[in-house]
């Protein structure tokens, strides 16, 4: 059996990555069905950080209940990804048209589900704020 870790020195976004040279394995993470602030712990403890070069995104199957900031967390790790290192499942559940409304395809670089496709975004003031990058105050 092959075990590739992550050990985090001490110093924030710089891990060192353990492991066979040439082993391939992907950073992967995972939409529950609820995450949110008072139990982001399970969402966190499942994301692995093994290869920081590619992204594997997986989601339940039947219902997505997400804070803001897991869709922040999300958006954030595929900045830095290559487009064609970025697989994401198709999201079956009934309520991830959150996700197209949120604007999370966009940052993962792949086209919503064809279930999703005619769902358009609805005006967003006072309701919602759509992801977006932020580079600086203005």
């Known amino acids: 059996m092959i075990i590739i870790n992550s050990v985090f020195t001490g110093i924030p976004g710089n891990l060192n990555f353990t492991g066979i040279p040439g082993k391939i394995s992907n950073m992967k993470i995972h939409l529950p069905n609820s995450a949110f602030i008072g139990n982001i712990d399970s969402f966190l403890t499942s994301f692995d950080p093994s290869d920081p070069t590619t992204l594997e995104v997986t989601a339940n199957k039947s219902w997505l209940s997400l804070h803001p900031l897991v869709l922040s967390m999300v958006a954030a790790l595929s900045l830095n990804v290559d ?10 559940a009934k309520s991830g048209h ?3 409304t949120m604007g999370l395809y966009d940052f993962l670089k792949t086209p919503a589900p064809e279930h999703m496709a005619g769902i358009s975004k609805h005006e967003s003031s006072g309701r919602y704020i759509p992801l977006k990058v932020i580079r600086d105050s203005k």
């Open 83 to 92: 487009s064609s290192k970025i697989n994401c499942e198709p999201v079956e």
């Open 98 to 100: 959150y996700l197209v």
